[in-house]
């Protein structure tokens, strides 16, 4: 097969049709083809397949992406609902579940991101902002990432500076504190 220089694919055949007394070929039919429809078919087939593996490593990279984003705040959830179980101070124990009600909005903000895949896909996802202030964003934080400092035994201090309030779409502002923070947890010896 060959593409020529009028941008068309050929196919190429040559036949022997005769031989002298040694075998050697005295005679031979060469037999082209045109192959451009065909071809096209077949690249364009290829050109799918190949659109699909990309589609597929990149569901793929989201899923294991969206099961680290899940995993820290269902740590949370786990630890602080081990804590409130051991507790007898009421007091105490509403506030472990205020954190477990932080985590929890958390995760379903994630669980509804998995459930909007189709917007993923299309790059429809939409940033919904909303008023953001220092002291929930610093809960939240605290909420999910000091537990996981504190199993590994990692000194873990959350001062935040700057505005008091900022305009954010909380579920990814917190993704990316978590994931970054939640890797710090991971990768400090």
């Known amino acids: 097969e060959y593409l020529a220089v009028d941008g068309n694919w050929h196919t190429a055949r040559f036949i022997v049709k005769g031989r002298d007394e040694n075998g050697q ?31 597929n490593i990149a569901k793929t990279e989201f899923i294991s992406q969206i099961a680290h984003d899940i995993r820290t705040p269902m740590n ?57 202030t220092r002291e929930v964003f610093a809960t939240s934080i605290n909420t999910v990432i000091r537990p996981l400092m504190e199993e590994r ?19 990814r502002f917190n993704q990316i504190f978590f994931n970054l923070l939640s890797n710090a947890a991971k990768f400090t010896p």
Not at 31 to 55: C, Y
Not at 92 to 102: E, F, N, P, Q, T
């Open 25 to 55: 070929a005295t005679h031979v039919l060469y037999v082209t083809r045109l192959i451009s429809d065909a071809k096209r078919r077949e690249q364009n087939w290829i050109s799918i397949v190949e659109e699909a593996n990309r589609a």
């Open 153 to 171: 035994k990692i000194r873990f201090d959350c001062q935040l500076n700057g505005p008091g309030c900022i305009l954010v779409d909380h579920l």
């Open 76 to 132: 949370a959830v786990i630890g602080l609902t081990n804590l409130a179980r051991q507790e007898s101070d009421v007091t105490v124990i509403r506030g472990y579940l205020d954190k477990i009600a932080s985590s929890s909005d958390f995760l379903l903000g994630l669980i509804n991101d998995i459930l909007d895949m189709s917007k993923i896909e299309n790059g429809d996802l939409t940033l919904h902002e909303e008023p953001l």
